[in-house]
């Protein structure tokens, strides 16, 4: 199963960005999935997930409000959008692929995908 990310970039504080994931396997084959985040030198983060039903998603506090997790299991596809980016934000932001949870815990995921940069500045 490969997952592909995209749609990272540089970008000022207070931007938008949509990160997109596409996965080679159906969708529905993954009860969660979601995004994870990297700082250099920092272990990889959660930061938001998206169960199979498309409809409940979980979110770490520090993007609550401001980005919005979605999957179209039609389109294979998982997406994140990130509204008023802030430099703390900036990291590479991982896809992921729990095929039994919620895709909230490292250990739980399943597939990776490779990353793709982020970066907010002020």
């Known amino acids: 199963v490969q997952l592909q990310a995209s749609g990272g970039g540089a970008v000022q504080a207070g931007d938008s960005l949509r990160l997109s994931c596409t996965v080679s396997?159906?969708?529905?084959?993954?009860?969660?999935m979601g995004w994870f985040r990297q700082v250099q030198g920092k272990e990889r983060e959660f930061v938001a997930s998206c169960l199979i039903n498309g409809r409940t998603t979980y979110y770490t506090d520090s993007v609550k409000g401001r980005f919005t997790v979605s999957r179209d299991n039609a389109k294979n596809m998982v997406y994140l959008q990130m509204n008023n980016l802030k430099p703390e934000d900036t990291a590479v932001y991982y896809c992921?692929?729990?095929?039994?949870?919620?895709?909230?815990?490292?250990?739980?995921?399943?597939?990776w995908g490779e990353g793709t940069l982020v970066t907010v500045s002020s």
């Open positions: 992921a692929a729990d095929r039994f949870y919620d895709a909230r815990s490292i250990d739980g995921v399943t597939y």
């Open positions: 396997e159906s969708t529905l084959s993954f009860y969660g």
